[in-house]
């Protein structure tokens, strides 16, 4: 099973492309969206769930999830650099952090009720998230 996993975060394309966006806000907000849309069909909510469940068991399947998710990170951290360089942020918001609370708004609900996280609340959530990290 494990060597499954690894196949499946190995193979390309990986996460499909964003909109353009033009903000953290709107970076984050579509990143969550396309989280939500993605993990809405059952089967692909079942073949997340396991994956997130070997990822925490399993080090070489949390090392290529980890690698699968890089580049979104990434444009994360530097979407949070641009914030906080604009005044946006606190500068002791840590940008791991934050990152991981917006996934875990997806992943909670996925692991826990075995529900995606639905998509109209979104921007509901990364605003709350933004309104705890705004410089004031």
């Known amino acids: 099973m494990e060597d499954v996993l690894l196949a499946v975060l190995r193979t390309e394309p990986g996460p499909r492309p964003l909109p353009p966006v ?20 059952p089967g692909v909510r079942r073949a997340a769930t396991e994956l997130l469940a070997a990822a925490a068991g399993d080090e070489r399947i949390d090392e290529a999830f980890g690698d699968a998710l890089a580049d979104v990170r990434a444009e994360g ?20 952090t934050l ?22 609340r979104v921007a509901a959530v990364v605003d709350l998230l933004l309104d705890g990290a705004a410089r004031r």
Do not use: C, K, M, N
């Open 77 to 96: 951290h530097r979407w949070i650099a641009q914030a906080r360089e604009r005044g946006e942020l606190r500068d002791d918001v840590d940008a791991d």
């Open 22 to 41: 033009t903000s953290l806000r709107e970076f984050l907000v579509a990143t969550l969206s396309r989280t939500a849309r993605g993990t809405a069909e």
């Open 99 to 120: 990152l991981d609370l917006v996934a875990g708004a997806a992943y909670y609900p996925l692991l826990w009720r075995g529900r995606a996280l639905a998509e109209d």
